[in-house]
């Protein structure tokens, strides 16, 4: 239990110092602990390193400034997460969404790297797939639209693609969230719900536009993006849903999207 508040802890500090310049060691000593066992449980249980999480998230909501804020400047939005310079902000960005920030504002935002949640702790082990992310403003917005459609997606063999390397899997994360992005209407929000999972939130109650967005996305099935010189083929399972039945709660809406997202592999198989 020690550990999980330690990262809870951790996930806090960091979020409510995401604008300033934080570095490992200032978050150890908020946590009270030493900077390098709070290196070591970060990244066994995340599988990230304390800066790699904190540079994507500070472009994560860097990005979501730019799109929902068009009168802001490039330099504003660096500056306003920590950045000193247009070229700092520019490499940064492009390392976590493969384009630059002018790119980018071309386009609707995607919820690329949600805050983290604290783990759930079984026995000696955390389980981290699902649950660690967390979807707060997805159910916010879900609440305002009960009975609007859902569209789930997940990568097929996504593990494969990570072995050749971790770059090649963080592109075909990228290119399943772009292949969403441009299936989906003006109002619709595109959200990543797990490591490899993503859900289209719809602004629509029309189960058949719901599909008509499933078409689509499944009609980009096998395409490949490019990593390095070679040509990577990338599918994705996909499936519409609709959670009905009363008062949804945070945790039935998780539940409701990865059974929808099971439910779409088996009925595939």
């Not at 916010?140 to 569209?151: E, H, P, Q, W, Y």
């Not at 292949?179 to 859900?199: K, S, T, Y």
Request: aromatic share 10%; with cysteine.
């Amino acid at each position: 239990m020690e550990s999980i508040k330690l990262l809870v802890d951790s996930l806090n500090y960091i979020e409510l110092h995401l604008k300033d310049n934080i570095k490992t060691a200032d978050i150890a000593k908020a946590c009270y602990c030493s900077k390098s066992t709070l290196e070591k449980l970060f990244g066994h249980v995340y599988s990230i390193s304390i800066h790699e999480y904190i540079v994507r998230r500070r472009i994560t909501l860097a990005a979501r400034l730019l799109s929902e804020r068009p009168e802001t400047s490039i330099l504003e939005a660096a500056v306003e997460y920590g950045y000193n310079s247009h070229e700092a902000f520019t490499r940064a960005f492009r390392k976590v969404f493969n384009c630059n920030p002018s790119e980018f504002r071309k386009r609707k935002h995607m919820e690329l790297f949600p805050r983290y949640r604290e783990p759930i702790r079984k026995g000696d082990s955390y389980m981290m797939e699902r649950r660690n992310v967390d979807i707060s403003e997805l159910y916010d917005l879900f609440c305002g639209r009960k009975n609007c459609c859902f569209v789930c997606c997940d990568i097929k063999g996504l593990v494969p693609i990570n072995d050749i390397s971790r770059k090649a899997g963080d592109l075909a994360i990228l290119e399943t969230m772009r292949r969403m992005e441009e299936a989906v209407g003006e109002e619709d929000i595109v959200f990543r719900i797990g490591g490899d999972e993503f859900c289209i939130l719809t602004n629509s109650e029309d189960e058949g536009y719901a599909e008509e967005i499933v078409q689509r996305i499944k009609s980009h099935n096998e395409e490949t993006f490019r990593y390095d010189d070679e040509e990577i083929p990338l599918s994705l399972w996909v499936v519409s849903a609709k959670l009905t039945g009363g008062q949804v709660k945070y945790n039935d809406l998780f539940t409701g999207l990865h059974v929808a997202i099971k439910g779409g592999k088996d009925h595939a198989e």
